[in-house]
């Protein structure tokens, strides 16, 4: 197995784009973005969405490369991942993943249960049925119909019940027989590392973030998405409180506040999950010559990185 995945992971604004771009340049690789908000091509503000000087240093795959009307989740992701991954492969002994979606991240690492494509129609007449009669519905709904996914899902997110019950509406069977939650085998390596700040440090990037996205515009950005409102991409931080400060609900200095809370919460879960199985060793964003000791000890390549062939 002489192929390797390099999966770089952290919480949001704590430099993995400009790390990884430094990894993938000095293996001479590409990357794959691991960030389940910037591979809509309607955002870019919002989902801090790299620089297009970023993006011409090295090639990157999933950014804005799906709109925001396309059905898209971590099974199709990936599916489709994986497909990348044998031809990047053919050129490269290391490639590199780089994001915060630990979701995604583990869809490739680890596999996920294939689920049921959904009618549009049954997506369609479940959302009208929360609409009109709240979540209560759905939650008895799931009792009656997948006890067992009742018993462990997060009753307060819709989101979570509505796949539940699409599911089970669609096949006829629970949607918790669909879980085995067997790993599946992978063909490549798998190299884990993890970027850190101290946490004020991170709050204040986090800070200064929201300020430049809202300097670049993100109001003007949000206010062009009102037609995609509905969409659970648009749930997102960033959006959700400035869809409030359109709706005349906050004022925008409330709005920003509410952004830099709410992200700061994000990092905090982000951390949380990277660090749920001990899996990743950290690092200091300015730490690259480190990071580049670490994968060349686990995957034995200390040379330059040349592609194969080269």
């Known amino acids: 197995m002489n192929k390797t995945l390099v999966v770089l992971g952290g919480p949001t604004a704590s430099g993995k784009t400009s790390v990884g771009i430094a990894l993938a340049k000095h293996y001479r690789s590409e990357i794959i973005s691991a960030d389940s908000r910037q591979v809509y091509k309607e955002t870019s503000i919002g989902t801090a969405v790299p620089a297009p000087e970023e993006l011409a240093a090295v090639p990157h795959y999933f950014i804005q490369t799906k709109s925001l009307d396309d059905y898209y989740n971590a099974s199709i992701y990936e599916h489709e991942v994986l497909q990348q991954l044998e031809v990047l492969f053919r050129k490269h002994d290391i490639v590199f993943m780089v994001g915060g979606t630990g979701l995604y991240i583990n869809a490739v690492c680890f596999g996920i249960d294939d689920l049921p494509t959904i009618d549009p129609a049954i997506r369609k007449d479940l959302a009208e049925w929360f609409v009109t009669r709240g979540i209560d519905a759905l939650r008895e709904e799931l009792k009656r119909t997948d006890p067992e996914t009742y018993a462990r899902v997060d009753l307060n997110n819709h989101f979570r019940i509505l796949k539940a019950l699409e599911v089970t509406r669609q096949t006829g069977k629970p949607y918790s027989s669909f879980l085995t939650h067997r790993k599946k085998e992978r063909n490549f390596a798998i190299t884990r590392l993890a970027l850190d700040l101290d946490r004020e440090v991170l709050y204040d ?24 409102r509905g969409k659970n991409a648009m749930k997102t ?3 959700r409180e400035i869809f409030s400060y359109l709706d005349k609900a906050v004022r925008l200095e409330e709005a920003v506040d509410l952004i830099k809370r709410n992200t700061r919460k994000y990092a905090r879960k982000q951390l949380t999950w990277f660090r749920k199985d001990n899996l990743y060793p950290w690092f200091r964003p300015g730490q690259v010559e480190e990071m580049i000791a670490y994968i060349d000890s686990k995957t034995g390549d200390h040379d330059t990185g040349v592609e194969n062939g080269s």
């Open 205 to 228: 990037r986090i800070n200064r973030r929201v300020d430049d996205m809202i300097a670049r515009g993100l109001v003007e950005e949000v206010s062009q998405l009102a037609h995609f």
């Open 237 to 239: 931080v960033g959006y």
